[in-house]
Nanobody
Framework: QVQLVESGGGLVQAGGSLRLSCAAS????????LGWFRQAPGKEREFVAA????????HYTDSVKGRFTISRDNAKSTVYLQMNSLKPEDTAVYYC????????????????????WGQGTQVTVSS
């Protein structure tokens, strides 16, 4: 069974930075695409960023382009989300997710394409 554990959330002032981590276990990490989603109170869970199994392709939702960077370290079985220039509207619970099919060459941007989810980590940005 795949397990994903997020960490790195917290309270930060607008304009600040945080780096989220998601450690994976239970299978060969390097074979699978990964993504980050977020859910603000009263809103649907939305796509934030994704990376292919190879790390060659990434994709971001428009609102975070130029501010957030997704990366992966296969040796540590960990995916990261570096978040800079944070805004109050970035406040949400952030979830990492993993694909169930290996070696897919496209980034996955919808919830239904992911089979495994972490428990989430809270990010709060104060104005």
């Amino acid at each position: 069974q795949v397990q994903l554990v997020e960490s790195g959330g917290g309270l930060v002032q607008a304009g600040g930075s945080l780096r989220l981590s998601c450690a994976a276990s239970g299978r060969t990490f390097s074979h699978y695409g990964l993504g980050w989603f977020r859910q603000a109170p009263g809103k649907e869970r939305e796509f934030v960023a994704a990376i292919t199994w190879s790390g060659m392709s990434t994709h971001y939702t428009d609102s975070v382009k130029g501010r957030f960077t997704i990366s992966r370290d296969n040796a540590k079985s960990t995916v990261y989300l570096q978040m800079n220039s944070l805004k109050p509207e970035d406040t949400a619970v952030y979830y990492c997710a993993a694909d169930h099919r290996p070696f897919r060459g496209v980034v996955l941007t919808t919830r239904g394409e992911y089979s495994y989810w972490g428990q989430g980590t809270q990010v709060t940005v104060s104005s």
